[in-house]
């Protein structure tokens, strides 16, 4: 059966170039980076070579690129860190919006149970964050505002330019966890104004379990684990030196062929979106149409199930996601779909297809083709369609 994968965003196939470089260092360089013999200088060599060619894909210098497990950890970390220092100052209140990932809103959460302040800007039913809400709702107890990049299930891009120059202005962190943005867009770190930023490897290409955080220079850092010096004394545990090389050879080439892979997948998210509306009736785009992921698609039918349609889906070979890959296993709507104001049951019938420079015009051919089917498939055994269709007439 014809496989299409279009589930991106909850994770992505690792280029020809990141297995490359990991088998090899699998292979060869299996020397402990902290090991002073040469096999260990190898290593350490290596990820120092991986570390400064990451930094110099975000405008970072290598000195402010720390290792972490994924972007989970890299949100916990810049999330507590910010607020460990606010604390010290007597500020206890933080900024964030209501459609985070989970990550960081139960970091946030967490804070909140010891005492923190959380302001969760309103993203509107475009999935937007806007500036002059953002300025209201700053005050003198302000340690950390952290918002997202980019959304993982709507994709849509916050103005984080404008974001990071206000919050320069207002002597407060800026956070932003950037998972779904980078490798995808171009990033620059200093000329946006970003005091910290978290991302992870799988998102882009690179190998699962590895991620880094980005702490400008400057901003104290604090380690959350005990343990050994590795990562400056900053994150203890034996140096996941096939992970990183493999990191860096991704972010190299998704870096090197940005402006090509935006122009051609979002062709291809735009072709499908088109389509789609113009095909299914009653089709909800989620999220804004411009300032948007190159590869995301996000879909509510009404009256049907997300679930009971990824599994039609998935028969003809289709991979998609009702909303975020943390969500799924729980049947409450996805938190990001009711933070635009969507009502439950509109909520319930999402669907996001996450496309990537791999998937061809072809795969985007198929969805068009099978995915109508489905829809008024489900639609025909629906009694809450039925009774959408009852009030119209
Ligand atoms: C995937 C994702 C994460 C989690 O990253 P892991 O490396 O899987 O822990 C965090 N934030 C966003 C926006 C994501 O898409």
Known sequence: MKTVYADNAATTALSPEAFEAMVTCLKDDYGNASSLHHLGQKAAAEVAKARREIAECLGAEAGEIYFTSGGTEADNWAITNAAR?????????????????????????????????????????????????????????????????ANNEIGTIQPIEEIGKLCKEKGVTFHTDAVQAVGHLPINVKEQNIDMLSFSAHKFHG???????????????????????????????????????????????????????????SSLRDKLIDSIVELIPRTRVNGGRDKRLPGNVSFCFEGIEGESLLLHLDLKGICGSSGSACTSGSLDPSHVLLALGLPHEIAHGSLRLSLCEYNTEDDIDYIIEELPKIVSMLRDMSPVWEKIMKGEN
């Open 85 to 149: 220092l606010g604390m010290k100052k007597g500020k206890t209140h933080i900024i964030s919006t209501s459609f985070e990932h989970h990550a960081v809103l139960h970091t946030l959460q967490k804070l909140e149970k010891e005492g923190f302040e959380v302001t969760y800007l309103d993203v509107h039913s475009d999935g937007y964050v806007r500036i002059d809400e953002l300025e209201k709702a700053i005050t003198d107890k302000t340690c950390l505002v952290t918002i997202m990049y």
């Open 207 to 265: 190998p699962k379990g590895i991620g880094a955080l980005y702490c400008r220079k400057g901003i104290p850092l604090m380690g959350f684990m005990q343990g050994g010096a590795q990562e400056r004394n900053k994150r203890p545990g034996t140096t996941n030196t096939p992970a990183i090389v493999a990191t860096a050879a991704a972010l190299k080439k998704c870096c090197a062929d940005m402006d090509k892979n935006i122009a051609y997948v």
